[in-house]
């Protein structure tokens, strides 16, 4: 989009360019001239016809049809001339070589008032000759001449205010033929008038003159004002669109030129006051492999794809009438009307999900896309768009590249989130939230060590989940605060251990991906050990392999960990995507079997193998392994044939509050 600029403010007069204004005043002093010489040219052919007549009278018909003849030649040159086409300074040339170019078109517009003086000097010199006609104005007739000639001269003068060379040209001929001829002739009488004819071309020449100028000041005033308005108006006109562009800004992702958050909720909250009859569908969608795309091409390829995206949902569903808008990153949303569309929401998203790969032509990277649906009518957009992340956050756990439409389960799920989001603080307040404890034990039934986990008996859904208490967490800005709650009670556990007689037990902590990546836990973990007198060998931080392959964000804090002797644990090893790949790092000292693999453990020869490889890597590399999920005595007797050096599970002991677990034996 072109970057935004407001428009500078009207130039005062003065600052007006002057070049153009004096090409303005030119332009008006020749439409002035041509209307003057138009108007002139029939009272000029009058005049000559009645001189013709004179002659005729006074038996001069040849001379003066000869000088009716050149007078007529004259005044239809004149005639052509104003119909020239003309160029104004300000104007670029045209071509010369065009075969439509003509010689006058090339020509400006002083160029043209000069042609038209040069016209009037020669039909000056015409009405000059009209002394041939009149014996030097010493004829019967001389009165009649001198009228006429006197008479032209004044309306030449009187119609030609706007450019005083015309007139000037064409009266000064004349006149000094006329004051000539008296003074030759002799006597008193005529020299006389020779003087006055003297004075009236003075007089005549002043006033051409003095009527150019005021026709100019005019002009200039008249064309000023014109430039200012025009210049008012462009700047109105630029004020109006620099609005327009803000406004669209304000409402529409720059990226994909479609509504923005904002945007779309403005325009969804219209529709849905205006349709409370009709049924309305929103569809939330997030690009499946979007990352990926921008990890191997680059974010420059990501935005692209992200157009074509955008781009493609607005023609695939303009036939709906739909509102379509980015929500952010790479998800968008999508209103439509269901009652008059021809698609059902589940072909809808059925088409979504299967055509969304031909959106973009990039090659390389393969292009899913999950929904969630939220179908109804009389619902407000705060809560449509609710409805459907809720429906899209469960089709991305079912494994994406598919939709989900909300439903009674899903909405019994949403009241327990914002439910556990609103009262999580007071959970922490009122240490509600608190850690259990499952111990991990060697081969032979030793304790090893234990691990902490969540537990929240919220007072009106019961027991909640780890994950929905960390996702809860996240989503309300308190992830570090909860953190910082796990670790002060785990350092407190290590003490009670200590007092117990347990001293070189260590306790590992679970630490989500997402709290890697946005929280400083290096400097959280190590502060909050020196504050309670913790031993960091005491502690284990269990991540996992994404985390662990995620160089960028957590080598640091990794390193700074394991340096100062907290030791980082794998979990659910063996179900990602590189698993090898993640044990390369120097920090791990252990690795957690995935349950998914000890489940069924003595009757899969295939999980048996997989687990026999990953001990056999493990005492290579000098790491531990820890086999989770034991729930049943055939299970816990096979690890102990493939030799696990550690175990963990139901059925050696359940999670439990720590005082519970130290009175156990």
Known sequence: MSSLSVPAPAAPAEHLDAAELRSMVQHDQMVSVRQSVRAAIPINAVLTLAALLMAYSGDKLALGLLWALLSALVNVSRAVVCRLPYRLPHEPAPDA?????????TRGVHWHLRL????GLCSGLVWALVALLCDAYTSPQTLFYLTVVCGITAGSVTYGIAYARVPIMFITPALLSVAGCLLVAGGFDRQMLAVMVFVYLAALIRSAMQSEAAFKRGSLLKNEATVLADRLRQAHEASHAA??????????DPLTRLFNRDGFAEVARRRLEAAQEHEQCLLMLDLDGFKAINDMFGHGVGDRVLQDVGAWLGRELAPLGAVVGRWGGDEFVVLYDTSPAALSPEDVARLLTQRVAQASAL??????VSVGLCVGRGLCVTDMLAFADEALYSAKRSGGDGFRFFDHGLQQALVVRRDVERDLGLGLDTGGIVLWYQPIFTAGGQLHSFEALLRWLHPRHGWVSPEQVVHAAAATGRARRLLAHVLTQVCEAARRLDAAGLAHLPLAVNVSPREMAHLEVDELVLETLRAHAVSPHRLQIEITEEVALNAENTHGKLARLAAAGVAISIDDFGVGYSSLASLRGEHVRQVKIDRSFISGLDGSRDNQLLVRTILQMARSLGIDAVAEGVERAEELMTLRTLECPLV??????????????????
């Open 243 to 252: 609005t327009r562009e803000l406004e669209f800004r304000a409402n529409h």
């Open 648 to 665: 963990q599970g139901y059925h050696l002991r359940r999670p439990a509050p720590l005082e519970e677990i130290i009175q156990q034996p």
């Open 363 to 368: 090659e390389g990277g393969q292009l899913g």
């Open 97 to 105: 070589a065009a075969p439509s170019a003509r010689w006058w078109r």
């Open 116 to 119: 038209t003086s040069l016209l």
